[in-house]
C-alpha cells in the first residue's frame, strides 16, 4: 500500500536513480506468480534501505520477511565487499524464485537465505548486526524487536515496514482488527523505548526507523 499520491510517487520515482533490470524483472514475475505480490517492495523503498546501508557502512544486515527477495537485494546491493545480508522467510515455495534472482543480480556472494521462522532462527544467530528490517507477519513485531535487539550493535538501526497498515493504525482501537492493533501497540513500544530514536517516515506503508543508542 502506498499512501502517497500516484502522481507523487510517479514525479519522485522518475527523479530517482533508475530502477535496474534484474529487478523490474523480479517485479513482474512476482505480480505473476504470487498470491499477495502487493507484498513486495518498491524501487523508491528498496532504494531507501540501500542509501541506509551504504551511508551505515552497514557489514552484517538482518531481513526478517525475505518474501521474493526484492528488498534483500536492494540492501545486498549496498553492502561492502566483505558485507553479507541475512534473510529469512518461512514460506519454502519461495526459495527458488529468491535463489534464482539473487544469482542474477549478482549478489549470491553475499546473501544468505534461511528458510524457516524467524523465531526459531534470530536465537541462533551469534554475530551482531548493524541494520536490520523486519517485514513479516505483523502479530508478531514486538517480539521480532525483543528478539533482535540485544544483537544489533549501539549506533545500529532497525527498520519496521507496514506500520501505518494502509492507514488503518488512524482509527479508534476499538476497531483495529488484529494486525492493526499489533502494529499500533508495536508504534506505542517504540516510542516509548528509551534505549532508542525514532522516526516514523510516512513511505510507501509507513517505515518505523529506530537507532540503538544504548543497551
Known amino acids: 500500500m502506498n499512501l502517497i499520491q500516484p502522481e507523487i510517487d510517479a514525479y519522485a520515482t522518475a527523479f530517482s ?6 529487478l523490474k524483472e523480479l517485479h513482474r514475475q512476482t505480480y505473476l506468480k504470487t498470491l499477495m505480490p502487493q507484498m513486495i517492495s518498491s524501487w523508491q523503498q528498496g532504494l531507501f534501505l540501500q542509501f541506509l546501508v ?3 557502512r552497514a557489514k552484517q544486515v538482518l531481513e526478517i520477511g525475505t518474501f521474493t527477495g526484492y528488498s534483500g537485494i536492494c540492501m ?18 519461495l526459495e527458488e ?11 549470491a556472494h553475499c546473501f544468505r537465505l534461511y528458510i524457516g521462522h524467524a523465531l526459531d532462527i534470530i536465537p541462533t544467530f551469534t554475530q551482531s548486526f548493524d541494520m536490520v528490517f523486519i517485514d513479516a507477519d505483523k502479530k508478531n513485531y514486538s517480539s521480532y524487536y525483543d528478539l533482535i535487539f540485544p544483537k544489533v550493535k549501539v549506533g545500529g538501526l532497525i527498520i519496521a515496514d507496514n506500520v501505518l ?15 492493526t ?35
Do not use: C
Open 181 to 215: 492493533a499489533s502494529l499500533h501497540q508495536f508504534n506505542q513500544k517504540i516510542l516509548s523505548d528509551n534505549r532508542v530514536e525514532n522516526l516514523l517516515l510516512p513511505l510507501r506503508d509507513g517505515l518505523m526507523i529506530m537507532r540503538k543508542i544504548q543497551e
Open 97 to 107: 524464485m529468491v535463489l534464482k534472482y539473487v544469482q542474477k543480480a549478482n549478489v
Open 165 to 179: 497498515w494502509s492507514g488503518k493504525v488512524l482509527k479508534h482501537p476499538s476497531q483495529h482488527d488484529k494486525d
Open 17 to 22: 536513480m533508475p530502477e535496474p533490470e534484474v
Open 54 to 56: 551504504k551511508i551505515t
Open 76 to 93: 545486498a546491493m549496498g553492502l561492502p565487499a566483505d558485507g553479507l545480508l541475512h534473510s529469512i522467510e518461512i514460506n519454502e515455495e
